[in-house]
């Protein structure tokens, strides 16, 4: 196992290479007079403008010596600036991580404990209406636009009840944050409010995480449903499952000590596939909810061009997916002594 | 330990459920779509940077109110500019403290003014500056001619301090250089404060500190100004939020904290205004509907329609760049030169229904006018006639484009506008339908050869990019006016070095014969070019002081722009402002970048 993991691991350099090379080489089919108009948004007022603006940024020097030149501030550690985050991008991330993970991981918990909740249940009803019940309510979620779902979220719990607001805290929390009256020592409010002892604080970063948790959760329900419903039934026909009836033992028992722990075999790794997606970001999500993560600072970065920002992003990406996936496979061996990693 | 943190969580999920806090009456937050750019008032050229930048840093003069050709004293208590027009001298308020502490002189002043002229980024605002100051546009290229030490002195000449009165003496007389210093490029900075940053020392080494990167601006993500307000804390993306100055010079403002939160998406804008988590947002034209019942409501207040300091309109590019993707035809035949027939341009002109374009694309939020200069500023001419909806003289027009030719071989033309734009597609479009329509008519008389105009959209840097390179044939842009004079309309529009009259080649006109008709002190003559007489007229109006006579100009240059059909579909657009109930103390100067949060309160 431990060469699998060796070898996992030392894909990665060669990965984010391939990966550098294809977004720059994409990058390389716009002329410097389109990569500088990037630089004045607007009409440039001034006759000289656009010459200015190429040469200050190097925008006409060969691709391969913009690439070089970036590939060598990479390895001294300098990702560069990010024009759409404001701050080196090394520092964008480490901005914005923290915001998409806090909400990846508070959104995981409904996702799995109720998206299999449902499909056992879905399960065990088989054919009955409990079972098409379930399987409509979680279809509609995945089926519904979120962009639409969380709106209307929004316009109701929001706008209309006040209950759950959008945005990471209220403006009481930032002065507080400003005033120097609280510290962000991992950048997750509801984690730093535990540290800084102010359930306040806690209670209200809880509040802005319903809506986008709800939202993500709503929409991931029917992935999971469909897979532990269906690893569910094909255990519950296995022979052992029937001798388990046959000793006489509860339905309960049954289900709960027998079946679900083979069934959940399959769901581990989409489990674990879906941490990942969350990790890297939610776009529309985090959007709508004005949540400033990842995602939301990478499609930003993505149309505005900000090219820097967008390989920073890229390569943390391909990290993260090298090694979860890694993580994923691992975790399949431990809870599946079958399998062996070779 | 577990049980206390257990006992928090818990306190923290039960607190979920309560509802939200009344927001503070002393807090004015507004939605926006965008982030600024930066801090640093030499760099930034961006109205949401400008917006912050002229809440914490001062000018010299200030507009007085709603006027925007009215100043009045901000960090200069008096001012007096010489007969020739040229030299302006200033006087510096005495007492004024900046944030951090330090006392105001007219040394900073000087310091100011100088670093942004050598400062002078790519792209930046400075070319406004150094064009009446020094008869440029860019330090570079001054500094191409004279070297760092000269161009060092040139500007310690133009601007320096005699008998502790700042003087700043320009290159010919200019009469708008009150509107440019009242502009937040300049901003007074502490001299000691952005030395001790590391930022330009005041010596003849400006070169280091020349056109940085936003990033690379001493000033960047920090601040220190004498206004009413001090920067608190910015996160870029998220929010930046200011804080009263309680040692103001003035009466602190009402307000104590002044917040601009980043929501670039509309509907959780607009939930957030309904919630009353904000008290202005930004809401686009396409969803002023939306804002309309909680109008009726009295849940909203509304400003407007005020008259925006911005225009859209569509260019004529006289000769086409070769290798152009968008070039033109003539019978079938690539004819880079096309639109420089007046004829055509005219038919253009007749053909655009500018009534129905601002009634369905603009939602009516928008008004015609002739020639480039808005209502609102001195030598906006409101009895210019401009072109009526008329097909018959756009096919009168036709019929005499290129001696007939146009008319009986059929010709193309492709019409630009920047993707996703819908209001400049409607403009376009609809220029497509009408001028294709004679089509019909032109068959019955034996020409099958179509007139062909197609519609076109580019991403925007590509289109930037083509502009630039004047591979456009027409195109529609738009215009914010950067300071509140004709002379920053009629040079964009007009001028041999303007934003949008560098791309559309004047010079193609020759032989150019003159009557004066507003300006009848002007001798008639004839000029090589057309852009020679638009030249000549601009010079003239930018360097006159009696304001009659300016106007006078202006009514002339307005009227050759018509009279020319140098644009199309020349729109001023309208503006709204929606504020909750509880905020007062705003008022519309079009000259102000944002919302001047100093006369503003809750209650």
């Known amino acids: ?342 | 330990m577990w049980h206390k943190i257990l006992g928090m969580f818990a306190v923290g999920v039960l607190g979920v459920f309560v509802w939200a806090q009344i927001p503070n009456p002393d807090t004015y937050i507004e939605a926006w779509i965008g982030d600024l750019q930066s801090l640093d008032p030499a760099w930034h050229y961006d109205t949401a940077s400008a917006t912050v930048i002229f809440n914490i840093y001062e000018t010299l003069v200030f507009y007085d109110g709603e006027h925007v050709d009215k100043f009045v004293p901000m960090l200069a208590t008096a001012w007096e500019v010489s007969e020739d027009g040229r030299v302006y001298t200033f006087t510096i308020r005495e007492g004024v403290k900046f944030h951090e502490g330090g006392d105001l002189t007219p040394e900073d002043v000087v310091y100011s003014l100088r670093r942004a002229v050598l400062q002078d980024r790519s792209g930046g605002p400075i070319h406004m500056i150094l064009e009446p100051l020094l008869d440029a546009y860019s330090i570079k290229e001054l500094a191409d001619k004279l070297g760092d030490e000269g161009v060092y002195q040139l500007v310690c000449e133009a601007i320096k301090l005699v008998d502790g009165k700042v003087v700043i003496t320009l290159a010919y007389p200019f009469p708008p250089f009150l509107q440019i210093l009242a502009g937040s490029w300049c901003s007074i900075i502490d001299m000691e404060w952005a030395i001790a940053l590391g930022d330009w020392d005041g010596s003849a080494n400006w070169r280091p500190w020349h056109d940085p990167k936003a990033e690379h601006s001493k000033l960047f993500n920090v601040a220190n100004g004498t206004g009413p307000f001090k920067l608190e804390r910015w996160v870029p993306g998220e929010y930046i939020s200011l804080v009263r100055n309680e040692n103001y010079w003035r009466e602190p403002a009402k307000l104590a904290r002044v917040v601009f939160k980043i929501v670039p998406e509309w509907g959780t804008r607009l939930a957030m205004f309904e919630a009353g988590d904000v008290d202005v947002i930004a809401v686009p034209r396409a969803y002023v509907s939306a804002m309309d019942p909680l109008v009726a409501a009295g849940k909203a207040k509304m400003y407007g329609p005020l008259p925006g300091a911005i225009a859209q309109t569509g260019f004529f590019n006289f000769r086409v760049a070769e290798g152009s993707p968008f070039m033109p035809k003539l019978g079938g035949v690539d004819k880079p030169d096309l639109l420089s027939d007046i004829h055509l341009r005219r038919a253009f002109n007749y053909a655009m229904d500018l009534d129905t374009y601002i009634r369905e694309a603009w939602l009516g939020e928008a008004w015609p006018v002739g020639g480039p200069v808005i209502k609102g500023r001195l030598g906006h001419n409101p009895d210019q006639p401009i072109y009526p909806f008329d097909l018959e003289k756009a096919e009168q027009e036709l019929r005499l484009a290129w001696g007939g030719e146009a008319w009986k071989q059929g010709f193309k033309v492709v019409i630009t506008y920047n993707t996703g734009n819908v209001m400049r597609k409607f403009a376009a479009e609809m220029l497509e339908y009408y001028l294709e329509q004679f089509n019909e008519i032109r068959a019955k008389e034996g020409y099958t050869a179509p007139i062909d105009i197609e519609v076109q959209d580019l991403p925007w840097p590509t289109y930037l990019a083509m502009m630039d390179d004047k591979q456009l044939a027409v195109f529609f842009v738009g215009w914010l006016e950067d300071y509140a004079h004709p002379h920053n309309w009629v040079h964009p529009y007009m001028a041999r070095t303007g934003a949008f009259a560098m791309t559309q080649n004047f010079d193609l006109v020759q032989d150019v014969s003159f009557e004066p008709v507003y300006a009848t002190w002007l001798p008639a003559k004839t000029y090589a070019t057309l852009q020679d007489l638009f030249d000549e007229l601009i010079d003239m109006a930018k360097k006159e002081p009696n304001l009659a006579k300016a106007e006078l100009l202006y009514f002339e240059l307005n009227r050759l722009a018509v009279d020319y059909a140098i644009n199309v579909a020349h729109i001023q657009l309208l503006t709204r402002r929606y504020e909750q109930p509880w905020v007062h103390g705003w008022y519309y100067n079009p000259a102000h970048p944002g919302t001047y949060c100093y006369t503003l309160w809750k209650g």
């Open chain 1, 1 to 342: 196992m431990w060469a699998y993991i060796v070898r996992r691991l030392l894909l990665l350099p060669l990965l984010i290479f391939l990966v550098t090379l294809f977004v720059f080489g994409m990058y390389s089919f716009l002329p410097p007079k389109m990569r500088a108009s990037l630089y004045v948004q607007d009409v440039p007022r001034s006759p000289d403008a656009m010459e200015r603006i190429i040469e200050r940024y190097g925008l006409d020097q060969p691709i391969h010596i913009q690439y070089l030149r970036w590939m060598g501030n990479l390895l001294r550690g300098d990702f560069g600036w990010s024009k759409t985050a404001q701050r080196p991008v090394l520092e964008a991330l480490a901005h914005y991580f923290p915001a998409t993970l806090e909400l990846a991981l508070w959104a995981l918990i409904p996702v799995i404990f109720i998206g299999i909740w449902l499909g056992i249940l879905s399960a065990i009803h088989h054919n009955r209406p409990l079972d098409h019940a379930t399987r409509v309510f979680a279809l509609v979620g995945w089926s519904f636009p979120s962009y639409v779902y969380g709106l209307l979220l929004i316009m109701v719990f929001y706008a209309w009840l006040r209950w759950f607001p959008v945005g990471r805290v209220s403006q009481w929390v930032l002065q507080l944050e400003a005033t120097g009256g609280f510290h962000r020592f991992t950048g997750m409010y509801t984690l730093d409010a535990i540290l800084n002892g102010r359930p306040d604080v806690l209670a209200d970063a809880l509040r802005h995480l319903v809506m986008p948790i709800f939202t993500l959760a709503y929409i991931q329900w029917a992935l999971l449903l469909r897979i532990t419903r269906s690893s569910m039934l094909e255990t519950l026909r296995q022979e052992y499952v029937m001798t388990a009836r046959a000793k006489g033992l509860s339905e309960r028992v049954v289900i709960y000590k027998h079946a679900v722990r083979n069934a959940l075999i399959p769901v581990a790794t989409v489990a674990g596939l879906l941490l990942i997606g969350l990790l890297n970001g939610v776009v529309i999500t985090e959007t709508i909810f004005n949540y400033p993560g990842l995602g939301r600072w990478a499609a930003t970065a993505a149309t505005q061009l900000d090219i820097l920002s967008v390989l920073g992003f890229t390569l943390f990406n391909c990290g993260l997916l090298v090694l979860g996936n890694l993580f994923v496979d691992i975790l399949y061996a431990v809870i599946d002594p079958r399998i062996r990693l070779e």
